[in-house]
């Protein structure tokens, strides 16, 4: 079939320079020569690749190597179409709640920001597990990158062909397959400014030709190693900028601040009231927190490393006048340290001319190690709490000091001498609180494909696993032994600035270490058996009805385990999450029939329909459609578009998981039964600001959701050497599966009364997070990609733009509700952050031996939170600005192939060390980063590039 100008040209629009290949080579192929048909991502039709024109973008491993790109995670966040969720390692690196538990040493896709359970992951067209904590998204960690030949990335959606989890996209990697030879690799990326350098070695080696000795064994050995980078390791992580509306909240500080607590007597109040003495001459009662280097006369709070003054102003917290804060951001680690060791072995042999047997195996190792925040030890009045009844006594030794200052200033306490003292205190002797998680992959696959007759076949069985644990490191201790130390005066939470602790306490405080201890355990097993065959079944003027049919059978198996210890000792604020136990294992089985039809109607207009049945245990069936069109309008325009149904059903944690608890730590949060302003105002009966126990875990009554997705586009090519595209897409999601936020659910308290629980006397208690099926999701945008190249004096340059353009992106949270305002370029807590534009551009330049690059990405601003005291009016900082500018970054690489048999690449990344963009959103203790957000930005800074290849041959 000899290839129009346009098709050919698709190869290089079509995002794929290994397309392209095909293409061009397709232009001079005879008559007798064999046209090879081959699977493109999203069909399963065999085709010659310029054929289907499809919405794929293809990456191959030439052009990961030009952009200096070592990790998966580092692909992934290059994507313009992928969102910017909390799905990465640097989100998930502080103290993590609600959705984000169980995502420990986890990185994840996210296509279209519909969420990592809904972005399907492929490793040679077929399913691999998920990650073992949480039963739900794929580890992007198990993949070996090195053996890595190319990524397709399906821009559409594709249940119709792989049923559930694609409704986003899919992201397929593909291996290398039937190398000879031996290549040595080696990778660097070291930062300017120190920390979080990412190194990679590998080693590839293949025996045997599949034409001339019928057989190719391929091994590939790799070892990658992201060291961390800590937050007081870059100057832009600085929660202390007040004139600009950011300051911090957590006034557990490593010089305790005393607090009023009304279950006790303490030197601040009596019981019943935990109101605190009056500031004199006027009227307002100090009991946010009084910290005596804030006082009159003393060394202020900066005085302590991290430290600073609580902004009461921007916090609206008139009564922590007196209080110190403690930037928790410097205290994270921005980069994850992540170890990473894969192994693949590959065996094909031929069977006859037409039939190829494949056995594939593959093992991998991720060892990650968050690293945050020390401990913050809070007097409680709750009986149930583990620091009940924790108060530093008359007996230790600074409490005369602690006192006598307080009583200077607040001479009316001079009665309550004697009383304990209540405290909120940052324990830096405790040292930074450390999880590692090992994770162990595999997967072993026996495969049979070829041709028989004009038809294509492969068949498959394949066993995956991911199994992984998490234990405790530095940082974390026994809980009573802890508490008793402090009651004693053993451990002195005032230790001022300069001094430290005394020998036998910090012997005692070594003596209650919990490190070592296993924190919990989970294992998903993915058991897999499939068949596809495809061939023509009619001729047509046009040409050949294709047609494809198929069945995938699977069974998916799920077990969490939780605190194993014979005796469970309880540990302070180890997140044990032993609700979610399961003791046995449950599983799941998957049942799917498919079939496929590209109909040729006329020369120029191509037909193609797909149909999936899929049967779900404890689901039921779901039948999911899909149709496409590809209709070449002229020589140099081609129309393509496609509609389709979609679904997902409730990931294994989302179903079985128990409940489980965490404080809410911020102070924005009023109770909207009794707000009506629903905004914190002391002054005013009811918007007092409350700290509520949420809740969140699984629901055994969720469902699937669904989906309908719908592309149009059109490429057009002017010219041999200049080509277009523009692509508009849409996804509605019906019956979401979320977590709803607590702005959600305040804003729609009418709607959601029954996930307020109150106590006796009406207080609320708790509100309940736990995953719902809930209303309805629309997204909608533009791409665009073009591509151009020329040739003169040598020199060939090519240039290159793929631009993301968020059109709409909002929701509602019940079907006969309207929906809310605009969720693009709007600051959102731990949802997906709609930003508006994302593009990346580039320049390539090759002469001879030499290839230089030069790349621009560019990431749009959005509008940003704003701290209480901003968002009610009573203060606007001097710097104060609403909106997150843009973030925009180059990259420079110069690759040299002069050397037989050897590749070098060397590059600057961030050649202006762009810092990230500031942003006013307090992380709150959930890891979502402090005066920047790494849903956006690469903390790392200007770094270097080297990259050397070496093949025997």
Sequence with gaps: MKLTTLARSLALIGLSTQLAGVALAQQSTT????????????????????????????????????????????LIADLNINGNGMDNLASNADVAAGSARGNNGSSSANLRGQGSSSTLVLLNGRRIASHGL???????????????????VLKDGASAIYGTDAIGGVINFILRRDYTGLQVSTFVDATEGGGGN??????????????????????????????ALRGDQRGFVNTFQPNRGLSVDTRGTPYATVFPVSGFNTILNRVGSSA?????????????????????????????????????????????????????????????????????LRGTMKLGDNNLLIGEFIRGRSESEKRF??????????????????????????????????????????????????????????????????????????????????????????????????????????????????KAGTLNPFVLPGQKQTDAALAALAAQSAAGTTLYGGKFTLKQADASASGPVYKLPAGDVMAAVGLDLRRETFQFRGDERTTQTPIFLAPFDNTNLLPKPVSRDVKAVYGELLVPVTKSLELTGALRRDDYTGFGSTVNPKVSARFTASKDVLLRGSYSTGFRVPTFNQVFFGVSESAYSGKDLVDPAKCPTLKVDPTKPGCESITPTTLFGGKSNLGPEESKQATLGIVWQPMPNLIAN???????????????????????????????????????????QRWINAGETQTSGLEFGTRYNTTADGKKLTLGADVAYLLKKK?????????????????????????????????EVSQGDWTGRLTQVYRSGYKDYALPGVAAGLIKPAEWNPNVKPYVLHHVSATYRGIKNLTMTFGVKNIFNQDPPFSAAYDSDTGAGSSWDPRVADPRGRSYTASLSYSFK
């Design 373 to 486: 925040s020390h401990y913050q030890i809070s007097t409680s009045a709750l009986s149930t709490s583990a620091t009940f009844n924790v108060l530093y006594p008359r007996t230790g030794s600074s409490y005369d000091s602690v006192f006598n200052e307080i009583a200077k200033v607040f001479p009316s306490i001079a009665g309550n001498y004697g009383a304990p003292i209540a405290f909120r205190w940052r324990c830096i002797d405790c040292g930074n609180r450390e999880i590692s998680t090992t994770s162990d992959t595999g997967r072993a696959m026996l495969g049979l494909e070829g041709s028989w007759g004009s038809w294509d076949y492969k068949a498959g069985v394949s066993s995956a696993y991911s199994e992984s644990q998490s234990e405790l490191g530095g940082g974390y201790y026994y809980t009573t032994g802890l508490m008793d130390l402090i």
């Design 31 to 74: 008559p007798t020569q064999k046209v090879e048909r081959v699977e493109i991502t999203g069909s399963s039709i065999k085709r010659i690749a310029a054929e289907g024109a499809l919405p794929v973008q293809v990456i191959s491993r030439a052009e990961m190597e030009k952009s200096g790109i070592v990790t998966v995670e580092q």
């Design 811 to 843: 929701s509602r949270l019940i079907a006969n509700q309207p929906f809310g305002s605009s969720e693009i370029g709007v600051f959102s807590r731990s949802n997906d952050l709609g930003l508006r534009w994302k593009h990346t551009a580039f320049m």
């Design 276 to 344: 605190g003495p009056i500031q004199p001459g006027t009227t307002q009662q100090m009991g946010g927190g009084i910290n005596v280097l804030d006082l009159p006369g003393q060394a202020g709070c900066g005085a302590m490393d991290g430290g600073g003054a609580y902004d009461e102003v921007l916090w609206n917290v008139a009564s922590a006048k007196w209080a110190c804060a403690y930037d928790t951001g410097r205290a994270a680690v921005l980069q994850q340290p992540v170890k990473n060791t894969n192994l693949v």
């Design 726 to 768: 523009l692509d508009w897409w849409t996804v509605q999601r019906d019956g979401t599966i979320q977590a709803l936020t607590l702005t959600s659910l305040v804003n729609n308290y009418a709607l959601f009364s029954d996930r307020f629980i109150r106590d006796g006397a009406g207080n609320l208690v708790t509100i309940d």
């Design 134 to 152: 949480n039963g739900g998204s794929v580890d992007l960690n198990q993949i070996p990158f090195a053996a890595v030949e190319r990524v397709e």
């Design 198 to 227: 990412i190194s990679r070695t590998s080693l590839v080696g293949g025996l045997g030709n599949l034409e001339t000795n019928g057989f190719n064994l391929l091994g590939t050995l790799m070892l990658s190693d992201s060291k």
